[in-house]
């Protein structure tokens, strides 16, 4: 039987609509993952054929190990891919050294940690300022070096999904956000950037064969906050055509710099005073909704598309239709126990509405947001213009309500 091999998953997002739809286009679904709560609901994965848990999935001749074993059975196996950080660079090096396809493995291994893609980039207008802060620099040496170029992001070198991200403004709040970052993460170092003021923009990448394609410009809608937590999605971006001559000039110049000539990616650019700036990258496309929002906006599934590319087939990056749409992310602003959510269905029903989406349980613990990984539910709405599409997904909101008991 053909197969697909997946190093990790998360429950929800586009890494589990992969699996899905590895299973509808004929192929069984084997999933790698650490996640022992994944074994405990097994039932919940009915499109992955084979689940196998490892301790530790950086353990890479072991994977290769175990896919030599399921190859001996009754598994074909033509692909093996990732979509989860930190582990999309670890499956494009098995997938070339066992003889699947060959991506560009030493650029998404530069994108998976923010210090080595800055220092490849360090030359490029687009790469902001940068330095790096070692677990051993004493904080009076530190200090005098920033305080004139405040304000300042603050982030580990791994993180994603707005986690263990600050935005600092004074001089108190530099020496307390290393003081945090230090505690969060422990040994390494903390990397510094500069502050990009402006406007924020997704792009999702494919490139293919030495080609790149910019599947989809995405305008990002911020909360206020140092997290940087983003609430709103709207495809497409409202852009000149010189800013969009110029982001794709920039995101052609960045990935021809990494080396990245086969493989997925998503960067998020920042337009300001007249420049775009590189805010992030990841060797992957995004997560969440992301592929929903392309599939209705563009009618391509990425997800399909780049497991397509893994099993060294051509993808189809063609448009088949045009919708503005909208995604509306929602967190909350209190600490407590869920004790149910209302709204879902009278959401649903309103015109232009596409999906409703609630990521807990009853019985979870919500809080406040810290990263993206705190929003717990979204709407996703289509219209005939950017407004009419955002309006409807923000009066579909207006629907759900979470009851928390405090804790």
């Known amino acids: 039987m053909d197969t697909i091999v997946f190093i990790s998953s998360n429950k929800s997002g586009t890494s589990r609509e ?42 890479k001749e072991l994977i290769k190990v175990k896919i030599k074993e399921l190859a001996q059975k009754r598994y074909h196996i033509k692909a093996c891919l990732s979509l989860v950080d930190p582990f999309v660079s670890l499956a494009s090096s098995i997938s070339e050294e066992m003889g699947f396809a060959k991506l560009s493995t030493r650029a998404l291994y530069l994108m998976e ?63 307390k956000g290393i003081e945090q970052l230090r ?6 170092p903390i990397l510094i950037e500069e502050y990009i003021e402006g406007a924020q923009y997704l792009v999702e990448v494919v490139a293919w064969k030495g080609k790149i394609h910019i599947v989809a410009i995405i305008e990002q809608d911020i909360c206020l906050n140092e997290r940087f937590i983003v609430t709103g999605y709207c495809y497409p971006a409202s852009l000149s055509e010189t800013q969009t001559n110029g982001l794709e000039e920039v995101v052609r110049e960045i990935l ?15 337009y300001s005073k007249g420049e775009w700036k590189l805010i992030e990258i990841n060797p992957r496309m995004s997560g969440g909704a992301m592929n929903k929002i392309i599939s209705e906006g563009t009618g391509i599934s990425l997800v399909n598309e780049i497991i397509k590319m893994n099993l060294n087939q051509d993808p189809d990056l063609s448009h088949s239709t045009f919708k503005h749409v909208y995604a509306k992310f929602m967190t909350i602003s209190s600490y407590g126990k869920l004790l149910m959510v209302t709204g879902k269905k ?4 309103h015109d232009g509405v596409k999906d409703v989406y609630i990521k807990p349980r009853k019985g979870a613990i919500l809080n406040p947001p810290l990263s993206m990984g705190d929003r717990y539910a979204y709407i996703i709405a289509a219209g005939s213009t950017r407004d009419e599409a955002k309006q409807i997904a923000i009066n579909a909101a207006k629907e759900i309500r979470f009851y928390l008991e405090n804790l």
Do not use: W
Not at 256 to 261: D, E
């Open 113 to 175: 940690d923010k210090t080595r893609f800055r220092e490849e980039l360090k030359e490029l207008s687009a790469n902001p300022f940068f330095s790096l802060v070692k677990p051993e620099d004493l904080m009076e040496e530190i200090i005098p070096q920033f305080e004139d170029r405040l304000p300042l992001i603050l982030k580990s070198p791994q993180s994603n999904g707005s986690k263990d991200v600050l935005l600092v403004k004074t001089k108190q709040e530099l020496i």
């Open 183 to 188: 505690y969060s993460v422990q040994s390494s």
């Open 256 to 270: 021809c710099k990494l080396g990245m000539a086969s493989g997925s990616c998503h960067l998020e650019l920042r």
């Open 18 to 59: 992969a699996l899905r739809a590895a299973k509808e286009l004929g192929y069984a679904v084997i999933l790698f993952t650490d996640r022992p709560k994944f074994k405990r609901q097994r039932e919940e994965f009915p499109e992955v054929d084979v689940m196998i848990y490892f301790e530790n999935l950086n353990n």
């Open 346 to 349: 009278r959401a649903q029903s």
